[in-house]
């Protein structure tokens, strides 16, 4: 099971970005996906989700109406397009899977993260 994060980088304020996550090893059309951020010297959290059907995405209130998450089955990758970036969306952020497995309840995966700094 392999999540794969990329697209992070160094933008200014006011700037976009849009994360990609890759995903293999897994069911990847029936799991849940999300995106989490962790900032120096906070806990991590949760930013973004969607389930498996694209249906309803979440949002932390936080980046409600500039973050778009979406996904594509197809391709098993998920994204994150990041809008009206401001210093304190400064973060590594995580993908994140919940793959369900019936009454064996839920397994998670992790991508290794990467680092979205926003900075003038």
């Known amino acids: 099971e392999q999540l794969e994060e990329s697209g992070g980088g160094l933008v200014q304020p006011g700037g976009s970005l849009r994360l990609s996550c890759e995903a293999s090893g897994f069911q990847f059309s029936r799991s849940a996906m999300s995106w989490y951020r962790q900032a120096p010297g906070k806990e991590r959290e949760l930013v973004a989700s969607?389930?498996?059907?694209?249906?309803?995405?979440s949002y932390a209130v936080s980046v409600k109406g500039r973050f778009t998450i979406s996904r594509d089955n197809a391709k098993s990758t998920v994204s994150l397009q990041m809008s009206t970036l401001k210093p304190e969306d400064t973060a590594v952020y995580y993908c994140?899977?919940?793959?369900?497995?019936?009454?064996?309840?839920?397994?998670?995966?992790w991508g290794r993260g990467t680092q979205v700094t926003v900075s003038s």
């Open positions: 969607i389930d498996s059907d694209g249906i309803g995405p």
């Open positions: 994140h899977a919940a793959e369900p497995m019936g009454r064996f309840g839920t397994l998670e995966y």
